[in-house]
């Protein structure tokens, strides 16, 4: 069972920037796509990025397109969320995945193994 851990939360002011990290305990995901989704109060969750097991191939949401860069040191174990010119609607708990295949894709059903979340805020 692959033991996923987010990091890297907090509140931030619009237009300023974090950096989210997923460490995977037992070193099992290396071969996997991982994948980054979110979810706000009252909506659904929200794919936002996934990256192949090798970091060779990245897949974007339009909304967070340029703005977010997925990347893996797979070494360490970690994959990593960079999040640039945050706004208030980027507001959200997000959550790292392991997916079942080492090429990831957007839908939520192909991962398997997910995180508790690390709370994200963007006061405007």
């Known amino acids: 069972q692959v033991q996923l851990r987010e990091s890297g939360g907090g509140l931030v002011q619009a237009g300023g920037s974090l950096k989210l990290a997923c460490v995977d305990s037992?070193?099992?995901?290396?071969?996997?796509?991982v994948g980054w989704f979110r979810q706000a109060p009252g909506k659904e969750r929200e794919f936002l990025a996934t990256?192949?097991?090798?970091?060779?191939?990245?897949l974007y949401a339009d909304s967070v397109k340029g703005r977010f860069t997925v990347s893996r040191d797979r070494i360490k174990n970690t994959v990593f969320l960079q999040m640039e010119s945050l706004k208030p609607e980027d507001t959200a708990l997000y959550f790292c995945?392991?997916?079942?295949?080492?090429?990831?894709?957007?839908?939520?059903?192909?991962?398997?193994?997910w995180g508790q979340g690390t709370q994200v805020t963007v006061s405007s």
């Open positions: 037992r070193r099992t995901f290396r071969n996997n796509a």
């Open positions: 990256i192949s097991w090798n970091g060779g191939s990245t």
């Open positions: 995945a392991s997916s079942r295949r080492p090429i990831g894709s957007m839908r939520g059903s192909d991962y398997n193994n």
